[in-house]
């Protein structure tokens, strides 16, 4: 089966860069998603990593070490907007999505 | 481009009651995903159709059931409801098996409260 650990809650001002960290046991690894939600919102796509190392798209970067299991989100130039929820996904050799439990994330001025 | 759109927005049932959920994806995408995200949780995976085949199902039992039809609009059906099957339910949808399935996109969801 598969299992993603992350941190249940991050709070970081405004301008600051923040880590969420995702520790995942899976077999079949193939890969590991971001989704970003909002409250009352749907999730929406925010990066995939399938090999090691840093992917940047604008303010936010995602990083997998495969051999370590773990992954990150980081995002830089923290908004007030970027309060959301952050989910976790792992993608395995079934084509399937398994989420983690998500890191809420709370911005403050 | 419309996205994933979902009906109805809310739900609300009485235990033992059955519940249709529909999902229609964005134009182009053949596969379509269901998900159960109780309040403040994550997202359980329910079930998974492409090209009018369930290709995979989540941990849930047999009363979670499904179908996806030829224009790849999809329905979830929830028989004999329980109380803790009040959630959120989403809908997402990808390209077709086996490429970029990792970038799904969700519908609104459909709030379900069963009492």
């Known amino acids: 089966g598969q299992s993603l650990e992350q941190p249940s809650e991050v709070t970081a001002v405004e301008g600051a860069i923040v880590q969420i960290n995702c520790t995942y046991q899976?077999?079949?690894?193939?890969?590991l998603s971001w989704y970003q939600q909002h409250d009352g919102g749907a999730p929406t796509f925010l990066s995939y990593?399938?090999?090691?190392g840093l992917e940047e798209t604008g303010r936010f970067s995602s990083f997998l070490s495969r051999s370590d299991s773990y992954g990150y989100l980081l995002l830089q130039e923290l908004q007030m907007k970027d309060s959301a929820s952050y989910f976790c996904a792992v993608v395995d050799a079934g084509n399937m999505l398994t989420f983690g439990g998500g890191t809420r994330l709370m911005v403050k001025p | 481009e419309a996205g994933v759109t979902q009906s109805p927005t809310h739900l609300i049932k009485t235990r033992g009651q059955q519940a249709t959920l529909r999902c229609s994806p964005i134009?182009?995408?053949?596969?379509v995903y269901w998900y159960q995200q109780a309040l403040g949780l994550g997202l359980q995976f329910l079930l998974w159709y492409d090209e009018g085949e369930e290709r995979n199902r989540g941990n849930f039992p047999p009363r979670f059931s499904g179908r996806q039809f030829p224009n790849y609009s999809s329905e979830l059906n929830v028989n004999a409801l329980e109380l803790e099957d009040s959630a959120l339910y989403l809908c997402a949808s990808s390209l077709r098996q086996g490429v970029k399935m990792y970038e799904q996109y969700f519908g609104p969801g459909t709030r379900l409260t069963v009492t």
């Open positions: 990593n399938a090999l090691d």
């Open positions: 899976t077999s079949g690894f193939y890969g």
């Open positions: 134009s182009g995408h053949t596969s």
